[in-house]
């Protein structure tokens, strides 16, 4: 089952006494719980070579809390696109890493591996750290910066959750508390920073950028059913990516142009117009499981995030084992996000939706919405393969277990359709049916998924071949 936190709100009372208010019952409430957030396995003063000077000492509470937060903030704060998602979860992932790695003796910080990030703070190594705060107030620190257009409400909410946390793991050592916070937030504001100068920085402003001039022709990008006159975050794929080696990967081959009905790029899309035609109901769910729409959840790879955090409930990771899952993930969807929006920019190519009208059947619509931005490759099967691949790396490659990202949600009345939670015995199987759900709701042909979830390996390779250990 998937772990829900909800440390800013109380536990609900179920039985009611008539003996006492509302508001004194809520408050009887508050004390309880933060009593209990407060029986912690460090509850004296951490000693330096010891054990509980090391992450060991720490559960999986901060980085799922946080993690958790950081969805919540990519579904609820405007612009939050796809690409601009990504970024947020890349550096979120990382900071939980950076935040704590240097209390895990067997692993090493990026520091020096990642393009422009030549330092960051550093400890004293003389000295102690509540792991736990440390990663509690970086995360405090960067998601501020990082979600600036966020509400009031939400930009409360960090701040609830980061005191929660606090009382839950703060020692009797307010020396220890005091250098440890101030640590974190040390590590976040440097991550912020070097974020800045990656080039998409408040891209969540310039989603749809008037200043770009959509290129005309056969075969390239037109609007589709939404309308849209200008394609999403055209100029995304000049960003920086966390890896060098990512950023040199070379752009892959695409089929030619052809609207011959004895063509190979005829007959991508004919499969799609064909299969779309005759959906089984379980494959209609796995389309609208993966759609990850986002006006409606935490985008596609936000989802990717969630299976990070459906591993690390289902293994029962610790403190260090979850920052390091975090912290591969975030770099995968970063990084699979710019390398595919180059790739879609340098081609501009057509999508299903308008080829299937111009060539095959001018009064078709697809099972699924068309998205505001060219087809080749698929942004789901890039950034799904390079999430699959640094995952395995963590957990292994036969890894069993069930996403259930979407539970929560309604029905689909329109298309029919109930959201079940589906179950898996690799992560590459997420990979390749989050891929295969886009040619099934008749957005992307098979060659963007194919290519997508190529190139999303060898991204995800580029980030498992880094120096993470000692």
């Keep these: 089952m998937k772990q829900t936190l909800s440390p800013t709100r109380p536990a609900q009372a179920t039985r009611h006494s008539g003996r006492f208010s509302l508001p004194v019952l809520l408050l009887l409430t508050a004390i309880l719980f933060l009593e209990s957030c407060r029986q912690q396995p460090q509850e004296d003063v951490i000693t330096p070579g010891t054990e509980t000077n090391t992450t060991a000492a720490f559960d999986n509470t901060v980085a799922l809390t946080w993690s958790d937060m950081t969805l919540r903030l990519v579904r609820n704060s405007p612009g939050f696109t796809p690409p601009v998602a990504a970024r947020a979860i890349g550096y979120a992932g990382l900071t939980m890493y950076e935040s704590?790695?240097?209390?895990?003796?067997?692993?090493?910080?990026?520091?020096?591996?990642?393009?422009?990030?030549?330092?960051?703070?550093l400890t004293d190594t003389k000295q102690t750290y509540n792991w736990a705060l440390t990663a509690n107030a970086a995360q405090a620190v960067l998601l501020k910066g990082l979600f600036a257009n966020?509400?009031?409400a939400y930009k409360a909410k960090i701040d609830s959750v980061e005191t929660v946390l606090l009382d839950k793991y703060k020692v009797a050592d307010a020396a220890v508390n005091d250098r440890s916070i101030a640590y974190g937030k040390s590590i976040g504001q440097a991550i912020f920073d070097w974020s800045k100068t990656d080039g998409g920085h408040e891209g969540y402003n310039r989603n749809f950028p008037a200043d770009y001039q959509v290129p005309v022709g056969p075969g390239l990008w037109e609007p589709t059913e939404n309308g849209r006159k200008?394609?999403?975050?055209?100029?995304?794929?000049k960003n920086r990516t966390m890896l060098a080696s990512n950023a040199a990967m070379v752009v892959p081959a695409i089929i030619p142009y052809s609207t011959q009905v004895t063509s190979s790029f005829f007959a991508q899309n004919l499969e799609v117009y064909t299969k779309n035609k005759s959906l089984t109901q379980e494959e209609k769910e796995i389309s609208i499981w993966w759609a990850d729409d986002p006006s409606e959840t935490f985008t596609p790879p936000g989802h990717s995030y969630n299976l990070a955090r459906i591993a690390i409930t289902t293994a029962k990771a610790d403190l260090a084992k979850s920052a390091e899952a975090l912290a591969?993930?975030?770099?995968?969807?970063?990084?699979a996000?710019?390398?595919c929006w180059k790739c879609k920019y340098v081609y501009n190519n057509i999508r299903p939706y308008n080829y299937v009208r111009l060539a095959i059947d001018p009064n078709w619509i697809p099972f699924w919405p068309a998205p505001p931005f060219p087809g080749f490759m698929?942004?789901?099967?890039?950034?799904?393969?390079?999430?699959?691949v640094v995952l395995a790396d963590v957990f292994g490659a036969n890894f069993a277990f069930?996403?259930?990202s979407h539970l929560s949600r309604i029905r689909d009345t329109k298309r029919n359709v109930d959201f079940k939670a589906r179950s898996f015995k690799s992560f590459w199987e997420t990979a390749e049916e989050s891929a295969y759900s886009r040619f099934l709701g008749g957005i992307h042909t098979r060659q963007d998924n194919d290519t997508g979830l190529r190139e999303g390996r060898k991204i995800g390779q580029n980030i498992n071949g880094l120096n993470w250990g000692k």
């Design 402 to 404: 069930t996403d259930n």
């Design 230 to 237: 200008i394609p999403m975050q055209p100029y995304w794929g």
């Design 150 to 152: 966020t509400t009031d």
């Design 100 to 121: 704590v790695v240097a209390g895990i003796p067997t692993k090493r910080s990026l520091v020096g591996q990642l393009q422009g990030l030549t330092s960051l703070p």
């Design 337 to 339: 996000f710019i390398c």
């Design 378 to 388: 698929s942004g789901h099967a890039t950034q799904s393969g390079a999430t699959a």
């Design 328 to 335: 591969r993930v975030g770099i995968a969807v970063n990084d």
